[in-house]
C-alpha cells in the first residue's frame, strides 16, 4: 500500500523568511495530493491540493510542487507571518470510483518567530 | 454552512470500558471517513462509508472497533472494550461524493481520547 514520508518533522522560521516541506509517496498510482494545516486545538484545513497531471499550483503565499517521475512533492510558504504556526500535513491517494482514503505523513510543526 | 461536527470532544475511560463516538457529517456528502492520530504519528485511516454502505475498512484495528452508519447520515464508531493503544484523536471527515475526481475532504475537530 502507500506510505508517506514527510519532512522535516519541525521547521522553525524568522518571520518573513520561506519555509519548505518536503513528502515522498510510493505508489506510483497516487494522483492526488491534498495538504491540511492544523492549528492547535483546531481541525486539520485544507490550504491546497494538487493533481497528477499539474506540476505547480499557486496561492498567494503558498505553492505545492510535484514531481511524480521522483515521487515527491513540496509545500512552499513564502514571507511566513506568526499565524502560519501549525502543524501541516500532506497526504496523498489515487481515486476509485466511490472516493478513497488519503494517507498522511506523520506533520511537520512550523514555528514562525516575529 | 455547517462543517462536520464531532461528539464528544474529549472522553476519558478506563481500559475495558466502551465508548462510543459521534461524526455528523456536512450534510448531503455520502462519502464519510474516520481517520485516527496517534500522539506524534500520522494521521490514519480507519474506513470509509458511501451513503450507509463500508466502502473500505481495511484501516480498522482489530475487532473491538465497530462503525455504523444507519441511514446514511451520522455515524457512531464503538470502542469495546478499550485499550490503553487505543488512545489518541479521532477523526471523522466527509465528501460530498460526485464520483469521478477526488474531492476535498472537510475534517471535523476530533474527538480526544484518553484511556486509562
Known amino acids: 500500500g502507500e506510505n508517506v514520508e514527510q519532512h522535516p518533522s519541525t521547521l522553525s522560521v524568522q518571520e518573513g523568511d520561506s519555509a519548505v516541506i518536503k513528502c515522498t509517496y510510493s505508489d506510483s498510482a497516487s494522483n492526488y495530493f491534498p495538504w491540511y494545516k492544523q492549528e492547535l486545538g483546531k481541525r486539520p484545513q485544507l490550504i491546497i491540493d494538487i493533481r497528477s497531471n499539474v506540476g505547480e499550483k499557486k496561492d498567494q503565499r503558498i505553492a505545492v510542487t510535484l514531481n511524480k517521475t521522483a515521487k515527491h512533492f513540496s509545500l512552499h510558504i513564502t514571507e511566513t507571518q506568526p499565524e502560519d504556526s501549525a502543524v501541516y500535513f500532506c497526504?496523498?491517494?489515487?481515486?476509485?470510483?466511490?472516493?478513497?482514503?488519503?494517507?498522511f505523513g506523520k506533520g511537520t510543526t512550523l514555528s514562525v518567530s516575529s | 454552512e455547517a462543517g462536520v461536527t464531532q461528539f464528544p470532544s474529549h472522553s476519558v475511560i478506563e481500559k475495558g470500558q466502551t465508548v462510543t463516538l459521534r461524526c455528523d457529517p456536512i450534510?448531503?456528502?455520502?462519502?464519510l471517513y474516520w481517520y485516527r492520530r496517534v500522539m506524534g504519528k500520522e494521521i490514519k485511516f480507519l474506513l470509509h462509508f458511501v451513503k450507509e454502505s463500508k466502502q473500505d475498512e481495511s484501516g480498522m484495528p482489530n475487532n473491538r472497533f465497530l462503525a455504523e452508519r444507519t441511514g446514511g447520515t451520522y455515524s457512531t464508531l464503538k470502542v469495546q472494550p478499550a485499550e490503553l493503544e487505543d488512545s489518541g484523536v479521532y477523526f471523522c471527515a466527509s465528501s460530498l461524493g460526485a464520483g469521478t475526481i477526488q474531492e476535498t475532504q472537510y475534517f471535523g475537530p476530533g474527538t480526544r481520547l484518553l484511556v486509562l
Open positions: 450534510s448531503g456528502h455520502d462519502n
Open positions: 497526504a496523498a491517494s489515487s481515486l476509485n470510483q466511490a472516493g478513497t482514503a488519503l494517507i
